[in-house]
């Protein structure tokens, strides 16, 4: 079944007649990614560094849920307010604000003195970065012809894997080797202060628009998507019990896989970052492929029915070799799902603040579920001293994928 909007089809439809695509938008982007890629590196690398903590902090099993907890939690409180609000606004000038606190959240974990003040600063730090993230969605639509929305969608999601690989991979093996994980926050942070700068002296509006904030006078409330479109709570609600399970790995699954296989911290996070590479293939694949064949579809349903089956063999395995091939195949599955996922909203000629508050529910209702399962976790893990027994019981979360997938109207160029 057809299901298309004609609510904003003159803007992609002109694109797409004049079929010429401005090249500055690559450079837009690259700004844009590169912010990217140090923003994933900083959510990321608390997993590989509770560990660490533990010695330096005392941070309990808790304290680590809590933690996990905070950037999840941050994420689900402010997705859907800012794709409502802040999207009303210039969207360079808010990239620059948050970009800019960013930074100073990243140089408060530097000094940080115990653990609440990294929780804090944590919280904060995502809060703006989901802000900075929901301004950067509405840059697709206004700087690309709709034939690219799938691969730029990739490449989105592929750059912040790269980021996620260099934050479980590369992390403890920097720290160790600076001996001080202060320094490797305070680095990061004013490297974001950096970026506000390139950001605000090279951004510029493509010729002949207007800007988002003038050109949204006549949409309205632009959450009222959600209701008038209401396959957009399938595409949100789908990945809401993968990310029960992501959020619980993300976290715990260094820590479990330490104890299990008697590994150290630096291979713990080697590991993980077979996860980031098998992330950044999924994700850099799903979108051209979705696009060439013409469906969206298969590529959500078909990771609901593999996605548990691979995260419950990995936490009963006990050999390091197929652990990693696991993750490797846990990574493909799971980020293969959000380039595509992205992509139907814009396939519906929304317009972009309408996009923006549709990717907002996802990113409201991701975080919360991931807050959840590693709360579950971590609470499960403080009164049994079982990790294994948390992992497992989250492990068949992923299954919304498949419910949600069947149900989702096609909305790819080879609707039957």
């Not at 808790?62 to 307010?81: E, H, I, R």
């Not at 969608?153 to 093996?173: E, I, W, Y």
Request: net charge positive; glycine share 8%.
């Amino acid at each position: 079944m057809a299901h298309r909007s004609t609510e904003h089809p003159s803007e992609n439809d002109r694109k797409d007649a004049l079929d010429k695509q401005p090249g500055y938008a690559w450079v837009i982007m690259s700004m844009l990614w590169s912010m990217d890629i140090i923003n994933v590196i900083i959510f990321s690398s608390v997993g590989v560094l509770i560990p660490i903590w533990r010695e330096d902090l005392g941070v309990t099993p808790l304290q680590a849920g809590l933690l996990g907890s905070a950037g999840f939690l941050g994420f689900g409180l402010m997705a859907l307010p800012s794709s409502i609000w802040l999207t009303r606004y210039n969207p360079a000038i808010v990239t620059f604000v948050c970009v800019s606190f960013m930074g100073v959240a990243s140089l408060l974990h530097s000094i940080a003195t115990n653990v609440y003040i990294i929780i804090a600063a944590r919280f904060i730090f995502v809060l703006m970065s989901v802000s900075r993230i929901q301004m950067q969605v509405l840059f697709i639509p206004l700087w690309f012809v709709s034939r690219l929305y799938a691969t730029v969608n990739s490449l989105d999601f592929t750059v912040r894997h790269v980021g996620q690989t260099v934050g479980f991979a590369l992390v403890p093996l920097v720290v160790i080797a600076l001996g001080n994980w202060r320094i490797f926050y305070a680095v990061l942070g004013i490297s974001l202060l950096i970026l506000a700068i390139i950001w605000i002296v090279f951004q510029k509006r493509p010729e002949g628009q207007s800007g988002i904030e003038d050109a949204s006078a006549n949409i309205g409330n632009p959450i009222r998507v959600l209701i008038t479109h209401k396959s957009l709570w399938l595409v949100s609600f789908a990945q809401s019990g993968a990310a029960i399970t992501f959020g619980a790995m993300l976290t715990f699954y260094p820590s479990f896989v330490i104890d299990r296989l008697g590994i150290s911290v630096a291979t713990a996070g080697m590991m993980m970052g077979v996860f980031s590479i098998g992330s950044i293939f999924g994700s850099m694949v799903s979108g051209p492929m979705s696009q060439f064949i013409g469906l969206r579809k298969p590529f959500v349903w078909l990771p609901g029915i593999l996605l548990p089956i691979s995260y419950f063999v990995l936490i009963q395995s006990q050999s390091f070799m197929l652990s990693c091939v696991l993750l490797f195949l846990a990574g493909v599955l799971a980020m293969a799902v959000p380039p595509v996922l992205a992509t139907i909203p814009l396939d519906m000629r929304l317009h972009p603040r309408q996009v923006a508050v549709s990717l907002g529910l996802t990113r409201t209702l991701f975080p919360v579920s991931a807050t959840l399962g590693t709360m579950f976790v971590g609470i499960v893990q403080q009164n049994t001293e079982s990790l294994l027994l948390g992992l497992a019981i989250v492990s068949p979360m992923p299954i919304t994928l498949f419910l949600c997938g069947i149900m989702l109207p096609e909305t790819g160029k080879n609707i039957s």
